[in-house]
DNA sequence: TTTAGCTCAATTTTT
DNA sequence: TTGAGCTAAA
């Protein structure tokens, strides 16, 4: 066989979905086995070995991190460059397509443009925007939005966009009182958004996919230029997004269904946000003749974590059959620690970062804190600060959340699209201009009687502006002086540069002056955040305008903008530019969701305990189905870390202000007792006890190696002094270990009560 | 029109 | 317990 080096990098079966390019392929990828090598090594052979034209490449992803990396790597290998491409006039040609749902989505939307129901370049619409809509649907309905709260119709909405249900297909004869309003929520909601030339997150995808559906010459467009198409995380994917991509797979002229997903249907942990497990679990029979190939060398973590983690999962019914292995090192036991409450928990994992650290190998970035709930991130931020120790919280608040920075972001909106009535709204008196609600009703109260495409809160603007009897003499002025300005921007728009019309519409509107005016630490945390903003444009535009000759530049000022507002709702964090200071390494705290996709050489899983994690909703009967996703959570954790893991659970802990006694999570019994050291610091002047729990999973499985892994070590008894263990017997919480002291001979103990002395 | 007190709810989050 | 969002007073 000729060296190829695409192939030579690879491991066997890693190799083998590369090369297996025609016709459908699941690729079952375990934590850690080299997914994205993979995934990038077969987009690179694709083009390299098997001459297919870049441009007929499609891969899909959930995150712009994701993309991006897969962008990097795809381009390292081929030595090609991916030229953003921004102006999207060109033909799509030269690379292949890498990008997320929602991006690919969109550039399909703006090329078939004339297929949607805008009349005008169209803004996106972030959740906030979109409950605001809502509340306004709600009200405009005269529907009491005590009894039917605006967030659970979003909610119900979202939920409907995720399956690709439109409003017409629900039939409310068959529904609850809920499910009645949620129709004529859905249904009026749907005009008003079109209306104002905004799209939804959901709607993206939703349209994206009816206008494949409802178009076959546009469908096979796609589908002849799409001919390898690979999906990322595929146990991740929605209803919407499956047929989306079924739409593109389908082959139905006389094409050859090239479609290529991975996933791992043990890291499905967003069903609540729609993504439905079947779609992974039922592949090979949605595509039949599906060849499958098992990614199940794990190239991150030490055996015994491994080992751990494959036992944890193995207690799920809904998965397939797939075993992760490593040829790592056997490593360090996990290390259990049971403490008094949430305090002596952070005080904890923060004196072992300070041991560990200070043992020299390591800096403060190699330690992760994962919790399940962000609530729980407090008491680790109070320690962490006291004793100095620089962190990171990792998925917070978002830049482009900030208010001040949305503030900016609405003006923008509403210069490109003044129809946009939300984005109107929110900026009509930000900073106070002295319009209140009793001016934004009667505006809203005159919208509604406005007809067809006038109906919109800037052509009402500009009626009660003009017309003093609609609201007062003082008012139309404060209203004119809005519209002015507005148009004022509106007409600079095309003639400015991006940060130029941001300095425009900040001098204009004083938005900063007020803020110098109050004064505060946050309204100067705000004036920081809008500087950052201010380098972040300059920063956009070089990129996007430093390769044009320098008198093209000006000619794409009109076209900058709406660019701009278009990635600033695609991407939560702006790129990290030059201006962003580097703080050092820091530890890391983060949700367990947000811990997907990363790894650590050291990692705390803290708060394991019953009903935390696994949560529990108090109020329903736990189910087999959520437990099994909570368990994939603790096995995402668990498969993050690369050398050291830490378990650690309260005995007691306040929650919403009550004290709350807490069991140990059911996760912890499930890993082999023989892999974990165990320490009971609650209960600091006693000696150390665990707590009895009922019959373990070991009692009734087949358990072979459960002391396996402390045969051999030594440890360090305070009263017999140094000894090594013999043998040991049992399972679970009831391990015994024979140790051999140089001294005194053999004794026999329960592992849970030396476990601790191992040295 | 602004602000102070009150109620009410309360996993997980990317696009 | 915390916080966001909303109704009653300045």
New binding site residues.
Partial sequence: MVFDPILAALNERQAEAVQRTAGPLIVLAGAGSGKTKMLTSRIAYLIDRCDVPAHHILAVT????AAGEMKDRVGRILKIGFGSDPWSSGPWMGTPEIG?F??VCLRILRREGVLTPFSRPFVIY??SDQLSLIKTVVEKLGIDDKQFSPKALQAGINGLKCDAIEPHELRPEHHNLFDRQLKRVYEQYQKDLFANNAID?GEILCMTYRILRDHPDVRRRYQERFRYIHVDEYQDTNRAQYLLLSMLAKAEFGGHQNICVVGDEDQSIYK??GADIRNILDFERDYPGAQVVKLEQNYRSSQNIIRAASQVIRNNSQRKDKTLFTENEEGELLRRFQVADERAEAELVVSEIRRLSGEGSRNYGDFSIFY????QSRQFEDVLRREKIAYQIV?GL?FYDRKEIKDVLCYFKAILNPTDSISLKRIL?VP?R??????IDKLEELQLRLEGADSNLWSALGMAARDPSITSAATARKLAAFVGMIEKFMLEQPRLRLSELYHLVLDETGYVRELRKEGTDEALARIENLEEFDTLLQEFEEDLLGPLPVEDQAARFRELLAIFLEQSA???EPEPGKAVQDLGPSVKL??L??SKGLEFPVVFLVGMEEGLFP?I?GWEPESEE?IEE?RRLCYVGITRAREILYLTHATMR?I??NFNYQEPARFLDEIPGGLVTYRDLSRAARPMAAPVRSASYFDEHDQRDEGDSIEGRWLEHPEYGRGKIVASEGSGMEIRVTIDFAGSGRRKFLWRYVSAYLR
Avoid: P
């Avoid at 959930?62 to 991190?65: Q, S, V």
């Avoid at 399940?372 to 609530?375: H, I």
């Fill in positions: 959930f995150t712009n991190k997320t929602h991006s972030d959740d997150f609540w946000r399940r709930t962000n609530a998925g978002r008196n106070a002295g319009i209140g609600k009793t001016t695609l991407v939560s983060m949700t969701h947000s949560s909703k959520d909570e306040r919403w202000g």
